[in-house]
């Protein structure tokens, strides 16, 4: 079906990664329909742009453990959001150059990935110490079992990163950059389409799928008066569909960064030296080797639980809150370190990280940890009371 310039078939809101994927996949899949794509930015500089956080990640390749998905599965009652349910889509994404498993990897998809390959001087050091505090050694962290120390797989190829705007050809998709969508016009709780902030509006005949990102989703749906009753109030907005959930319930991974300084500086191991800057693959991609994953013990989340009076998250969790205007940025509270369940989970892999460092295999290559100027350092003995002060001051 052809289209004037007001209505498409499809309309896909943000064009950043998954919006890219998206649009391109529906118009290979129904080439005959009009899809448009609405992308607020064009500053490659920021995630701002089509290709959205493609343009600025690390680019990590890290598919989820098995069990998180089949629990989506089983909250949803619908099997295609378990692992297998989602196992063709993984698939069909990649190119897997890195280990030949047809059961598990895809060896056609646009994008094309690699691993390390850098040969970083501490390297086996740094695998070795992991290794010696029993994290098992996995050779395939994107088979569904995430656990313990892998490769890291990244989805870089020869130096260059998989930029969602071009990995995934767009064309046949019309494209709308530089263009902020105000809000989604709601009739009878269903979405017609989109109105610019310049008033311009946009017409679906099948669908509107909005991917501005797991903060401005939240923030656009709300000022389109689908949102939370209270929210709604506050904003003087005019209700459209109520949904209780949003702008709650985002997880987030906080990151913490320990630094020891090498034993031998002269021996050129570290970041800067001349052996590292030998190797000029060396600086593609994100400056990592390995990828680790652990759990904490039963014993911890258990007590964690006692604390919290619940086993997991919920309403202490992170909430995005907005401000009645477009341009504005919505209010983000990460509510960081607000439960016994935080504080646990990040004090158990500040141990671990320490643990590692401990290792026989840790201490041949650095020294104790090197803290910022206030703080004592840490060892893995360290009290919670210790570790809490300085994830706090650092998370
Ligand atoms: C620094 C950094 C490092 C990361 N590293 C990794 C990694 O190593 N591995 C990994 O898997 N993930 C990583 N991520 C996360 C990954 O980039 C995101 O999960 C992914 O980009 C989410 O895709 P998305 O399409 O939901 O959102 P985005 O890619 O953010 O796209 C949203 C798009 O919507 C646009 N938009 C927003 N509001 C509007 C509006 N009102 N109108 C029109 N357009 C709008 C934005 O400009 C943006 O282009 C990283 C993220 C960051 C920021």
Redesign the pocket.
């Known amino acids: 079906m052809g289209g004037d310039d007001t209505t498409y078939d499809h309309i896909v809101?943000?064009?950043?990664?998954?919006?890219c994927v998206v649009a391109a996949r529906t118009k290979h899949s129904f080439p005959d329909r009009t899809v448009a794509l609405?992308?607020?930015?064009s500053d490659a500089r920021k995630?701002?742009?089509?290709?959205?956080?493609?343009a600025?990640?690390?680019?990590?390749?890290?598919r989820g453990d098995r069990s998180g998905y089949d629990e989506w599965a089983t909250t949803v009652g619908d099997e295609r959001w378990s692992y297998n349910g989602r196992l063709p889509y993984f698939k069909r994404a990649e190119t897997y150059p890195l280990l030949q498993d047809k059961n598990n990897h895809g060896y056609e998809g646009p994008i094309h990935l690699s691993s390390g390959g850098r040969g970083y001087p501490l390297r086996d050091h740094v695998r070795d110490a992991m290794l010696a505090v029993r994290l098992p050694f996995n050779p395939d962290h994107n088979c569904g079992n995430s656990h313990g120390v892998s490769p890291l797989v990244e989805s870089w190829h020869d130096g260059d990163r998989s930029f969602a705007a071009k990995t995934y050809g767009l064309n046949g998709v019309k494209l709308f950059t530089d263009?902020?969508?105000a809000t989604v016009m709601v009739r009878q709780k269903k979405v017609t389409g989109i109105r610019l902030v310049n008033n311009r509006t946009l017409h679906a005949r099948i669908e509107t799928i909005v991917?501005?990102?797991?903060i401005?989703t939240p923030q656009?749906l709300t000022l389109s008066g689908i949102g939370r009753s209270d929210e709604l109030a506050r904003l003087e907005i005019p209700v459209q569909v109520e949904s209780e959930e949003m702008g709650w319930n985002l997880h987030d991974h906080p990151s913490l960064s320990f630094w020891s300084p090498p034993r031998t500086p002269e021996a050129g191991l570290a970041v800067g030296s001349d052996n590292f800057m030998a190797n000029s693959k060396n600086l593609d991609g994100?400056p990592m080797d390995w990828f680790s994953n652990a759990s904490a013990s039963q014993l911890e989340m258990g007590n964690a639980a006692k604390v919290d009076g619940r086993p997991s998250l919920r309403e202490d969790d992170i909430e995005i809150s907005c401000i009645a205007d477009?341009f504005d940025q919505p209010v983000v509270d990460p509510n960081y370190l607000g439960t016994e369940h935080d504080r646990a989970v990040l004090r158990a892999s500040v141990r671990l990280a320490l643990k590692i460092m401990e290792s026989p295999a840790g201490k041949r290559v650095v020294n104790s940890e090197l803290p910022p100027s206030q703080f004592s350092p840490l060892n893995s003995k360290s009290s919670d009371d210790v570790l809490d002060e300085r994830i706090r001051a650092g998370a």
């Open positions: 809101v943000g064009g950043g990664l998954c919006g609405i992308e607020i930015g995630s701002r742009t089509l290709g959205g956080g493609s600025v990640n690390y680019g990590a390749w890290t263009s902020q969508v991917s501005c990102g797991a401005r656009l994100k477009p």
